[in-house]
């Protein structure tokens, strides 16, 4: 497995379970994301990797899209029910909402900036910048959420060259043969 940036601030664990039998489009492999000391999905877990790139590439797509400044203001809390609440609706999360929460305004959203990645899926992570942080408020279903800001570059730096690697690894992936289901 590799690792991919510093865990203590931001990084991904993947590796490719790399079978001569796999044709493209399927990569499976191992994903996990580090987010401030915190490893959020697991190593024993299955992922479908280029499931993963495409989500990374529209990660990386939406640069400049994720600027709000109201979300990078409020508390950590209020901001992650805010983008929830806008994405998903609060009713999942009733018992976590503190008496008397007034959303603050979250900007047009594309599903491709919030990271959904299948081995992490108990989590949701959001990211909202500015333009020299990146604020990653996460939470794993049923929880209060928390939050990490990273260096934007450092964010952008490991992301990309996470892009690289899993594009390296699907070129590497034969067609199928003719008559391959």
Same mark, same amino acid.
Not at 48 to 64: E, P, S, T, Y
Not at 80 to 105: C, M, N, Q, R
């Given at each position: ?9 931001? /990084?991904? +664990? ?7 039998? %796999? @044709? ?6 191992? *994903? ?14 299955? $992922?479908?990797?280029?499931?993963? &790139?495409?989500?990374? +590439? ?9 600027? $709000? ?24 999360? /009733?018992?976590?909402? #503190?008496?008397?929460? =007034?959303?603050?305004?979250? #900007? ?9 990645? !299948? =081995?992490?899926?108990? @989590?949701?992570? @959001? ?5 020299? %942080?990146?604020?990653?408020? @996460?939470?794993?279903?049923?929880? &209060? ?10 964010? =952008? !730096?490991?992301?990309?060259? =996470?892009?690289? +690697? ?5 070129? +590497? ?6 008559? *391959?289901?």
């Amino acid at each position: 497995m590799e690792m991919i940036g510093d865990p203590q601030v931001f /990084a991904v +664990q993947l590796g490719w379970h790399h079978d001569p039998e %796999t @044709y493209k489009p399927w990569m499976f492999g191992v *994903f996990c994301v580090s987010v401030c000391g915190e490893r959020l999905g697991s190593p024993s877990e299955e $992922a479908v990797l280029n499931d993963i &790139l495409v989500d990374l +590439q529209g990660w990386k797509n939406g640069v400049g899209r994720r600027c $709000a400044p109201a979300l990078m203001a409020a508390d950590p809390v209020k901001a992650f029910l805010s983008i929830e609440e806008k994405v998903y609706g609060l009713e999942h999360l /009733a018992d976590k909402i #503190p008496p008397g929460f =007034t959303p603050v305004p979250v #900007p047009p959203l594309n599903p491709l900036e919030i990271l959904g990645v !299948d =081995t992490i899926e108990d @989590y949701r992570i @959001y990211c909202v910048e500015d333009n020299a %942080t990146s604020r990653l408020l @996460y939470a794993r279903m049923g929880e &209060l959420p928390r939050e990490c800001r990273v260096p934007r570059a450092v964010l =952008t !730096d490991v992301l990309n060259r =996470t892009i690289e +690697q899993l594009d390296s690894w699907f070129a +590497q992936l034969p067609e199928p043969p003719p008559g *391959f289901d």
